[in-house]
């Protein structure tokens, strides 16, 4: 059974920082790994998918990994920004077409 | 282009009442998902439309809960009676194909069961 993991559970930086967000996941048999970004009281906005053949997907500030083979996945967010405080969900599709969630990093980004 | 809306924002029953969720997908979307969240856990999946037909129920809990969505477009899922334990948030999402394609989730709904 799959099961993914984030850490850190939470994380505080001052504006500027860079930072690197942690998810891994025991099965290595998937399709892609999604990252999402959920403020509070809000639904889940996408910012980056990877599919299982590659190795890495840019947005902007925003650079997310993947090594399939170890599991784990990284997220890069470079020069954070107070607006970039949110909760950050990393999901991975198996053969069906469901999302299997980790329990997020709560970061809070203070000027 | 719209995005995936839900309805109600929020909901606030008694245990043993019956709640009635609603999903508008974005338009052109065939796939449609189900999804929710209880207090202190993990999203997790509950069901995954093809147009009409159920694809992959898996993750719906008991018989208490009932998804539809009748002529591919929006879909409803109705929880009966609900119990405390069902309390949460509610997503849902739509892609327009499926396998490797991004999934656009909505705001959610709000379920508290007192």
């Known amino acids: 059974k799959q099961e993914v993991t984030q850490i850190p559970a939470a994380l505080s930086v001052p504006e500027g920082e860079n930072l690197v967000l942690n998810c891994s996941f025991t099965?290595?048999?998937?399709?892609?790994l999604q990252w999402f970004r959920q403020d509070p009281g809000k639904g889940l906005t996408s910012l980056l998918l990877i599919q299982s053949s590659q190795r890495e997907q840019t947005s902007g500030r925003l650079n997310a990994s993947l090594d399939k083979s170890s599991g784990r996945s990284t997220l890069y967010i470079a020069a954070s920004q107070p607006g970039d405080s949110a909760t950050y969900l990393c999901?991975?599709?198996?053969?069906?077409?469901?999302?299997?969630f980790g329990t997020g990093t709560r970061l809070q980004v203070f000027p | 282009e719209a995005g995936v809306t839900q309805f109600p924002s929020h909901s606030v029953i008694e245990k043993g009442q019956t709640v009635t969720l609603r999903c508008d997908p974005i338009?052109?979307?065939?796939?449609l998902y189900w999804y929710r969240r209880v207090m202190g856990k993990e999203i997790k999946f509950l069901l995954h439309?093809?147009?009409?037909?159920?694809?992959?129920e898996s993750g719906m809990p008991n018989n208490r809960f009932l998804a539809e969505r009748t002529g591919g477009t929006y879909s409803t899922l109705k929880v009966q009676p609900a119990e405390l334990e069902d309390s949460g948030v509610y997503f849902c999402?739509?892609?327009?194909?499926?396998?490797?394609?991004?999934?656009?989730f909505g705001p959610g709904t709000r379920l508290l069961v007192l």
């Open positions: 439309f093809v147009k009409e037909s159920k694809q992959d």
């Open positions: 999402a739509s892609s327009r194909n499926r396998g490797q394609e991004t999934q656009y």
């Open positions: 338009s052109g979307h065939d796939n």
């Open positions: 999901a991975v599709r198996e053969g069906t077409d469901k999302l299997i």
């Open positions: 099965d290595s048999a998937i399709y892609n």
